[in-house]
């Protein structure tokens, strides 16, 4: 049975996948979002994390919730409180959201129908659990190095006072807009019990998770792909950048959010 990483019981997947994305946006941004992410690098980091700090059932269904109420919500409260907390928390998930709305499809669609071994060889069954983990493994060999990974285990320590305004986000908007009824001490103790493992490296020589032969593949709206996770890495940081921005005017000029710019959900489904 492949090694799964836990989260005080929870399946984590794509923990460091996620964190090597968001990380990488931070070389290239703009001065305005550089600045809150350095106010509170420790909120961004715990929002690069997303939803998936929690019980599976409310990280489907804040994956499933309309985008639009998400983050426009979100950013008019963040208008009216000034929290540059709560802002750099956002920037944190609209990073993860940016990486979701592709990297998710590409895992449910290998879940349904299999990964490849490599070389030609035949698909093999495994579960969208096995499929994350194995390109958590990719991320650390060939992106992050075993070195930063260790430090990522050993340095994921949120403020306190971080803790406690991401705590109120989601008690006051989060929660709600999503349909999680979590009590103010469950959200607080899921967003401070981040304790991921190493991921054991099986399979990553027969199994071809990230794609890297280019089978095809289809998205939620059965469009065909041939792209990698490598690719996806790649090509959708200028998607998350487009989205900080809008995402960072909405929380300064209570502009109201681009829908179109919004309009797949977590899942890659449009709503």
Not at 6 to 34: C, D, Q, V, W
Not at 190 to 202: C, F, H, M, N, T
Not at 204 to 221: S, T, V
Request: net charge negative.
């Amino acid at each position: 049975m492949p090694h799964r990483k836990l989260l005080r019981g929870i399946i984590m997947p794509r923990h460091f996948a996620h964190y090597y994305f968001s990380k990488k946006l931070t070389e290239n941004m703009s001065y305005a979002l550089s600045a809150v992410i350095k106010l509170y690098p420790d909120a961004y980091l715990l929002g690069s994390l997303g939803a998936d700090l929690f019980p599976s059932e409310h990280k489907d269904r804040l994956d499933a919730a309309d985008p639009v109420q998400i983050f426009g919500v979100s950013a008019r409260h963040i208008f009216m409180n000034g929290s540059k907390c709560q802002l750099s928390y956002m920037l944190g998930l609209v990073s993860h959201y940016a990486l979701d709305r592709v990297a998710n499809p590409f895992v449910n669609y290998f879940a349904a129908n299999g990964v490849a071994q490599y070389y030609g060889g035949k698909a093999e069954t495994v579960s969208r659990e096995e499929i994350e983990i194995g390109i958590d493994r990719h991320v650390i060999r060939d992106y992050l190095g075993m070195e930063e990974a260790l430090k990522i285990v050993g340095g994921l320590k949120t403020r306190a006072l971080v803790l406690k305004e991401i705590t109120e986000l989601y008690t006051d908007v989060l929660n709600d807009l999503s349909d999680i009824y979590l009590s103010t001490h469950k959200t607080r103790a899921l967003l401070e019990g981040v304790s991921p493992d190493i991921p054991l490296a099986e399979g990553m020589g027969r199994l071809d998770y990230m794609n890297r032969e280019n089978h095809d593949w289809r998205d939620a709206k059965k469009k065909k792909f041939k792209l990698s996770m490598d690719d996806i890495l790649e090509n959708e940081q200028a998607v998350a950048y487009d989205l900080l921005e809008e995402f960072m005017a909405m929380a300064r000029s209570n502009k109201d959010p681009d829908v179109e710019k919004f309009s797949l959900n977590g899942l890659g489904e449009r709503v």
